[in-house]
């Protein structure tokens, strides 16, 4: 059984930072690009962060541009996200996602991923 699990998430100043974590089993993703999700109440889903298979390619949402980065380590089928300079508009759920494709690109839509964690609530003060 595939599963994904977040960790990292909590509460932040606004201008401080977080590392979030995400930890694949189940079947190894190495091959494939991952992302992070976040959803904050009454909004719909949006992408914040995607990597290809390698960490070669990176890709970002304009509101997390130049603050937040993106990383894998395929030995421990493991994505992270950086947060710097947390603002109270990036309080949501942070999803996990990954997706059983291979290629060399990412995908920034919801659609294009299978598998997603279960969240982690970070919530940013001001």
């Known amino acids: 059984q595939v599963q994904l699990v977040e960790s990292g998430g909590g509460l932040v100043q606004a201008g401080g930072s977080l590392r979030l974590s995400c930890a694949a089993s189940?079947?190894?993703?190495?091959?494939?690009?991952m992302a992070w999700f976040r959803q904050a109440p009454g909004k719909e889903r949006e992408f914040v962060a995607a990597?290809?298979?390698?960490?070669?390619?990176?890709g970002y949402a304009d509101s997390v541009k130049g603050r937040f980065t993106i990383a894998r380590d395929n030995a421990k089928n493991t994505v992270y996200l950086q947060m710097n300079s947390v603002k109270p508009e990036d309080t949501a759920v942070y999803y996990c996602a990954a997706t059983s494709r291979i290629g060399r690109y990412y995908y920034t839509v919801t659609e294009q991923y299978t598998y997603w964690g279960q969240g982690t609530q970070v919530t940013v003060s001001s």
């Open positions: 990597i290809n298979w390698n960490g070669g390619s990176t």
């Open positions: 189940g079947r190894t993703f190495n091959d494939s690009p």
